[in-house]
């Protein structure tokens, strides 16, 4: 049981270091990084020491994400309805 414990661990814990690694080769100005423990618990660190700029940013993140998401539903309704225009044909 605990080799599976390590492996699901394993499987958790590698996209982390990925992502990080991946971010830590930007160029960046300005980082926050939100992530969550195993506990559930959320982890919040930041180089922004601005308050009001920190809660822009995760509303902006936000935004972007619910923005990406509605394209990508349009984008399927769209090629579901030109597949069921190509059937009828």
């Known amino acids: 049981m605990a080799k599976e414990e390590a492996v699901e661990e394993a499987e958790i814990v590698d996209p982390v270091k990925d992502t990080l690694k ?5 160029d960046l100005e300005n980082l926050m990084c939100l992530g969550m423990t ?4 959320l982890v919040l660190q930041s180089s922004i020491n601005n308050i ?30 030109e597949k069921e225009t190509d059937a009828e044909s």
């Open 22 to 26: 991946a971010v830590g080769e930007l």
């Open 52 to 81: 009001p700029w920190m809660h822009w940013m995760l509303s902006k993140g936000s935004f972007d994400v619910n923005v990406y998401e509605r394209n990508q539903i349009e984008a399927r309704a769209k090629e579901d309805a």
């Open 38 to 41: 195993k506990g559930g618990g």
